[in-house]
């Protein structure tokens, strides 16, 4: 087996909430290993010393901002996050991808998936949202409404 050093987790924006914590945990889990992570991200409001304010937790990492946090559609946003990380792929043995979608990870290094929200299935399925099932998505020619509908046949792609 080989052996990890180098780890990436990804998040487009890293700001204080649950999926904050839940990244945190990872890191404490890490740093037992002495891994000290690499945040790729777009955009940071926290810092070490917010993770041991907010969630009294005593962790490393470094944060690495990898290119402009452009204003344009949530899903347009995780394409094109997850296109920049894969010009990160060379640099680390392993990805642990936080950013709700598999789509686009790399297949030159070693990716962990976690997922807090299914979006590549709300993509495929035929409803507009999980919690409204009866509610059909807007057609293709729609896609300023729904940006998630025109990004469809991209995650057929995905693995």
């Not at 946003?77 to 598999?102: E, M, P, Q, V």
């Not at 998936?113 to 709300?122: C, D, E, G, S």
Request: charged share 25%.
């Amino acid at each position: 087996m080989t052996e990890i050093h180098k780890v990436a987790i990804l998040k487009s924006r890293l700001y204080r909430g649950g999926v904050a914590q839940v990244l945190g945990y990872m890191i404490e889990s890490l740093n037992s290993k002495n891994i000290i992570p690499d945040i790729l991200t777009l955009r940071s409001d926290l810092n070490t010393s917010d993770f041991k304010k907010l969630y009294g937790l005593d962790i490393n990492f470094r944060i690495i901002i990898i290119g402009p946090d452009l204003k344009m559609p949530y899903e347009w946003h995780f394409l094109y996050f997850n296109l920049l990380c894969r010009g990160y792929a060379s640099k680390y043995d392993l990805f642990i991808n936080s950013n709700n979608t598999s789509f686009l990870s790399s297949r030159k290094v070693k990716t962990i998936t976690y997922i807090h929200f299914p979006r590549k299935y709300r993509v495929l399925s035929d409803s507009a949202s999980i919690h409204f099932p009866e509610i059909k998505q807007k057609s293709w020619k729609d896609y300023k409404m729904d940006p998630f509908y025109f990004c469809k046949w991209l995650y057929k792609f995905n693995h």
